[in-house]
């Protein structure tokens, strides 16, 4: 079920109306029905990858915490581990592998070779993997309690509002406010209704009209000049953020109706100083995952080799590449992880040299900074949203051969959906002004606003969410 259907506007008020008007104890199985109604109205069938990895997670947990060494509770992690990351790994990565190991095959004229399966990509499956592995991590460590009751631990792994594009939860955090009874406040209401409308505004408006010049451009790279592939890469990124965090706003929001806080996944990313803070700012969900269960035990797992340079630089390379595998099974996404940390080490290099510290002291290097790393973003999408490397090959070379500023040039194709997608990108720069709690004076004024944008500019293509696919 998309969140930008009609299905949805008629399921979130009716799950809400019911969770309120049933016994406290009966709300977590009327959630957990809904939550696998609104999974299994996709593809019925791979909601039972979502109930095996529940049911092994939940076992493993309870034998890890009748454990007290660490050598007793590993076979029960690594269970956890292998079957998590074994059906990931099936369903999402194994023809990429296959792909390549026959190319391998082939270079040495071998005759095996491994067959393809072609599997359709469960969504959401990086999400609710992440999610329910960092409760077994978390359980094993000691950093969390084994949860008893089966149907909130069913409900945590599978809670619609973010299973299936995240944010990627902890158990801490969100099981605890599953098991709560929640007071609806006037200010939930409010919060809730202002979230969800700029999530919508995002999504419909913003995003999928930028997405009719993206998909034109990306999808004849051979018949853009370099000036028009370079907005097109510009306007990627404002898309994915649009596209991303529209989805999160409309997540937090159908939660808060339900007295759940779901974590913030953005804080304005792209005007940042390096690649550092932006990371620290996109998809926060996924870089503290990345941090907290592979950089920092990667880290420690090295002893002493972990304190040098060089061991930094290859752990940094690693979890970089790393977050760009997990958005995707091909070479442009590992690519795209390298690029950034490329950047990310170049930038953290430079940082302690003196001179960079006393320019940073003026207005126009910290502008300058900022329009920098947003041109390492926009370069970065080229990866992203490319289908090939030689796309991205040819991309690259298209905007330092054949850059123009020549407006005819610029306009001769598709000039609409241009416009109108520069229009639509200041008119987003007006939301990055928006106190984080969406709070206003005239909050009528706002609603009717944001339902104006969306009746008058929203796209009825009913696209699905990028992220579904990761």
Not at 6 to 23: E, N, R
Not at 33 to 56: D, H, K, P, Q
Not at 221 to 240: D, E, M, R
Not at 414 to 438: M, P, V
């Amino acid at each position: 079920m998309l969140f930008n259907s009609l299905d949805y506007l008629l399921f979130l008020p009716l799950i809400v109306v019911a969770f309120y008007a049933i016994p406290h104890k009966f709300r977590w199985v009327l959630l957990l029905g809904g939550s696998y109604y609104f999974y299994m109205c996709w593809r019925a069938e791979f909601v039972l990858l979502i109930i095996l990895s529940t049911l092994v997670d939940y076992w493993c947990a309870l034998k890890m915490s009748e454990k007290i060494r660490k050598i007793d509770k590993k076979p029960f992690l690594f269970l956890s581990i292998f079957v998590n990351l074994g059906l990931l790994f099936t369903y999402k990565y194994y023809d990429f592998f296959a792909f390549n190991v026959n190319l391998v095959f082939d270079q040495f004229n071998l005759l095996a070779s491994l067959p393809y399966f072609d599997l359709l990509l469960p969504v959401g499956i990086s999400f609710y993997t992440f999610q329910t592995l960092s409760y077994s991590i978390d359980v094993y460590n000691g950093r969390a309690q084994a949860e008893k009751h089966l149907g909130y631990f069913a409900l945590y792994v599978s809670y619609f509002p973010q299973l299936v594009a995240g944010p990627i939860e902890r158990a801490n955090h969100l099981i605890p406010q599953l098991r709560r009874r929640p007071k609806l406040t006037k200010d939930d209401v409010r919060y809730a209704v202002n979230k969800i409308l700029l999530g919508y505004v995002k999504k419909v408006v913003v995003a999928d009209t930028l997405a009719l010049y993206v998909n034109q451009m990306f999808g004849n790279v051979s018949g853009g000049n370099g000036t028009q592939l370079y907005l097109a890469s510009f306007l990627f990124g404002i898309q994915l953020f649009c596209d991303f965090s529209g989805y999160t706003d409309i997540a937090m929001g159908s939660a808060r109706l339900m007295g759940v806080k779901l974590m913030e996944n953005f804080r304005k990313p792209y005007w940042t100083m390096n690649v550092a803070e932006y990371w620290s700012r996109w998809h926060i969900s996924l870089t503290t995952w990345i941090r907290d269960y592979v950089f920092i035990p990667l880290i420690k797992s090295a002893g002493k080799a972990g304190k040098s340079p060089l061991f930094y630089v290859f752990a940094t390379v690693l979890v970089m590449a790393t977050i760009g595998f997990w958005h995707g099974a091909k070479w442009t996404f590992i690519f795209f992880g390298v690029y950034q940390s490329f950047f990310l080490l170049t930038q953290r290099m430079l940082q302690p040299i003196p001179f960079f510290k006393q320019i940073k002291r003026y207005s126009i290097v910290r502008f300058g900074y900022k329009l920098f790393n947003v041109n390492i973003m926009i370069f970065g999408a080229v990866f992203f949203r490319s289908q090939s490397m030689t796309d991205v090959l040819e991309i690259y070379t298209k905007i330092f051969t054949e850059f123009t500023l020549n407006p005819f040039e610029i306009l001769v194709a598709y000039k609409f959906d241009l416009l109108a997608s520069i229009i639509l990108c200041f008119l987003l720069l007006g939301t990055t002004y928006f106190n984080e709690e969406l709070r206003f004076k005239r909050n009528w004024i706002y609603i009717s606003a944001m339902i104006g944008l969306i009746l008058l500019f929203g796209q009825d293509t009913k696209n699905q969410f990028i992220y579904f696919q990761f």
